[in-house]
């Protein structure tokens, strides 16, 4: 852990830019140093966990591609 020598509490106020991916930059008001923060957002993991995203769309489309709906609302697996 890295201490901000020029605060008072030795410790960085961070201010971040907004979220548009799984990081965002953070700059201390204090000794405007910078670092990258993991962004958090519960039930998205940004893909870079073993179950990505990409890979639970590659699962839907083919969980789709294996059912039939028929016009009288039956479903059937392949």
Same mark, same amino acid.
């Given at each position: 852990?890295?201490?901000?020598? @020029?605060?008072?509490?030795?410790?960085?106020?961070?201010?971040? @830019?907004?979220?548009?991916?799984?990081?965002?930059?953070?700059?201390?008001?204090?000794?405007?140093?910078?670092?990258?923060?993991?962004? #958090?957002?519960?039930?998205?993991?940004?893909?870079?966990?073993?179950?990505?995203?990409?890979?639970? @769309?590659?699962?839907?489309?083919?969980?789709?591609?294996?059912?039939?709906? #028929?016009?009288?609302?039956?479903?059937?697996?392949?």
């Amino acid at each position: 852990m890295s201490y901000c020598d @020029e605060a008072q509490t030795q410790a960085h106020h961070w201010v971040l @830019e907004g979220a548009s991916g799984p990081t965002s930059r953070g700059i201390c008001i204090h000794c405007k140093v910078e670092k990258e923060h993991f962004n #958090y957002v519960h039930g998205l993991d940004w893909g870079l966990s073993p179950d990505t995203s990409r890979n639970r @769309e590659e699962q839907r489309q083919q969980q789709a591609a294996r059912e039939v709906v #028929y016009p009288d609302g039956t479903e059937e697996q392949l």
